[in-house]
């Protein structure tokens, strides 16, 4: 099958910093026009899909099975979600704790009725698959998959269509890898169980959540600092960091540690942000949701923003990339393993009711139902200070687009927020109905950066292949895979992004003007390792399976997720890039 | 994915999920992780597999399919319920609802919307098993014998090998209560009514003056840093089990301002269906679709309440029903259709593994399709969920069915899924 786009205007993800990126540059013949002064787009281009893979150009002899000429349109590759909550205990605990639905005062799109409001801000997994595809994103990934939750967040992202799917494994509070680091181990035996621990739950990443805290509150400890010892084990999160972020290093991971900083919502904790950050010694690191990690203490409500300071450090960080976690105003559902500080905020719960969960000597989950509003101080400030860390971010190639979803906003605020990046005016609308003491005091006003679209390219596709090793996703260059997205160019950056004129997945046209066209093929990424051997090693010592029983008190094959598992309905299984250390 | 091929190997029978020795091969599953409880379901086995009979043929089936076809054809209100456990059969019968326009409501899912109602309400605080084994320091276990004959390893499974306070509220056995001292725990029977066990810890918790319970008691909830409640929602006879388990998780969050307590709240083998459907539809159950509309209805759409309504009020016009009800029954579990259900007089169509010889036709009602399926977990692999929600798991029980197979033994080829895709409705 190949399909021809005609006449369109590419875009792609570029550095900032000028220039082409590492990953996948853009070879063109002609028609480039200098969008801005920092970074390019072509016009007037055409792309070939031939089988579900790009082409610039039709190979001699082939015949075109269907063309479609789009002059005035861009096209982007699909866009990839590299942290969304999408599938797995808490999520779907979330599903049950809110079967309020909205009243149908709320507004709705007359014109076009698929885009009104989500059903719920944890929508089901069909919802979920297709509001995504509808915004042109084509892969998300489920960032806090815990270990004994992980064949079921594979199941939920299975039944969310359309989209390729990966998780990323919670580890660092499981009591294994806390025992193993108190009693001083020999890293090679946290690297093989860190080995095993992704093979055996088919995750692409490991992720560390609030690291040795969710087990600290376990023992009541209510705050545990980056140097402060777990009460029980007495390790620090310092040291959990390191050993993790060694091991991701030595089996050369694509995505570097995925982090939850200590501290969440706390006021201050920049400091702890920023140790964190140290704590992996120069390693690759990525912050997740960073604008809940970097509050500062002034101000006359003793919370300030210090996105300054977290934005310097990454723009002085090469091998640092945070995603931001914006909040943008309204209901939602916030959930996280991090139990310890949900509750802390469990009084702030609107609808009046909480879910707290202790599991599995791995971790926990807290889901505390939440209200975003622009008369609240504090939730004024978490608006600009996520505003603030992607307007002082140079590279959109390590800053990536996401409200932490759920727990910002529902994604389907993207399109909104893409406006605020791009639109100064649009920006200052809003930010002139914040609380006072938030106008009085933000320097938003006076941040006039504009986002390009090539930067929306760059943080929604580009960046967030590179930052998860997706090699042939998130461009548009030769061989990489046709997940293309065609918008039509309109002024208002929202209209355009909420509403593509078409999607393609794998080359098939899936989605058009509001109407499911197709299935598509659904991959599960899962990690690329430089010796993959090491988890299957892990698992052959009996002493391991074990120290695993008398844990758990079943058998590592009770919690393994098999390839068969993976591969029903034609579904696929592709290994994500091996990190090159150079 | 490792290459090891072998699906791990469990009992489900119950939801303890209890898994075989893995480090042993053969057909047939060391006994000693399993228990005596196992052996009595193996006479359900073998009960399902008279009554399947002589299996209809596959010609005859497929005319099955298509009388039940005809049924659903003219069908205007289609029910759906049955004893669900397993994700795939869960996945099927809500795709297949969404298509009819049904309803659907498990059988007995009182205890499991108990649960639901109290969720929704107030919110939960919940421990799984593995973390209630090794963090518990204070287990209070709510509830009586039909705990431990439902859930017959539960004290080894939380038993951590070490001696941990237990206090057993409600009326307990001698056999219960040697159960639980013989995994571990040093058990303190306190024979009361369950139904006003929230309300006295609240009490207690209160002042120390209004303590209804001997001065034991009370030293050991001052001195636990980590309070496990274990109830299982279907063991529980209490009124009100909603109310009830609010007013426990009102006490549980109060003794979390100063130290850690949850509820260990152990579900049936249902939840596997509650959670795959909460995923599909944002609901635990107890939906309709209403002109391609999702509704929840979490008091007014119930199995039992539709049945006992289309039984007693059935308008006839004419010689047709106005209505044209239909149940379709699905089952993942060996056991036979509930005797109310069959003599309803609803035309039924049955997706089980058990077959219908056996129930006597009298009883049975107009019209009744019987679309024979493998058993999720015994005949064919399944995923299911541990009763904590926490684990699922994949895979097959131990014992093969060859070793308990009567004369009559006939396996479909069918699973639940295969026929719900192929009925058909307008
Ligand atoms: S407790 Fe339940 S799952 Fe475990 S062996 Fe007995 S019947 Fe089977
Ligand atoms: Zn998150």
Redesign the interface.
Known sequence: MITKLRGVRIVDGFSAAGGFSAAGGLKTSGGFKMADGVVKSVENADLYMIDGVLSRVLPDGKKIDAEYALPGRTVMAGAIDLHTHIGGGKVNLARLLMPERPRATEPMRADKPWLGPLSCPVPNTWETGRRYLQMGYTACFEPAMLPANARQSHAEMRDTPWLDTGGYVVLGNDRMLLEWLQAGVPQSMITDYVAWMLTAHAACAVKVVNAGGIDAFKFNQRKLDVDEKHLHFGVTPRQILRALAIAIEELQLAHPLHVHCSNLGVAGNIESTLATIDAVEGRRLHVTHAQYHCYGKEGPHGYSSAASALADRVNRTPSLTIDVGQVLFGQTVTLSADTMHQFEHRSLALPRKVIFQDLECQAGCGIVPFRYRESQYVHSLQWSIGLELFLRITDPMRVFLTTDHPNGGPFTGYPHLIRLLMDYDFRMSIFDRLHPDVKSTSPLPSLRREYTLAEIAAMTRMGPARALGLENRGVLSDGAIADVVVYRDESNAESMFCDPEMVFRRGILVYRNGEFLADSVKSTIVAGMADSGRGADWYRSAANRAMWHQRYGYSPDMVMVRGEELTDEGRLIEANRVHRLV | ????????R?CTFCSMVC?GD?ERSGSEMASESFCSRRNREHDVLQGMLRSRGRLPDSLEQERSLARANSILENGRDIFVTGRIQS?ETA?ATVKFVERAQGSLDLWDSEAAFDT?QA?????????????A???TTLLIIVGDDSLLEEYPRLPA?LSAGRSIPALLLGSWGDESIHAWRQAGFDALVVDCDVQGVPRSLLQASRSATSWPWESQVGDWLQQA??TTVLWSNRNLQVAHGDLWIESMMEWIAKR?S???C?ALAWRGLDVGFQ??C???????GRIRYRKGVLE?D?TGCRAKAWLQKEATDRPIVGHRRIRNPVLVWVDDTAGSIPPPVLSSGVPMIVVSPAGLSGTDPKTIGEEIIWLPTRLPGIEVPA?F?RGD??????GIQGATLAANEPEVGNTPTMVAGDWLRRLVAR
């Open positions: 994915m490792n290459d090891k091929s072998a699906i791990a469990f898994e893995a994700v996945r639901v969720i929704q309400r107030s919110g939960f605080y919940g421990v799984s098993l593995a973390e084994r090794e963090s499974a840093s980590f979390n100063d130290r850690r949850a959670q795959a909460t995923w599909l539809t944002g609901f635990p929840y979490p995923e969920f929600q926490t684990l699922m798991v994949h």
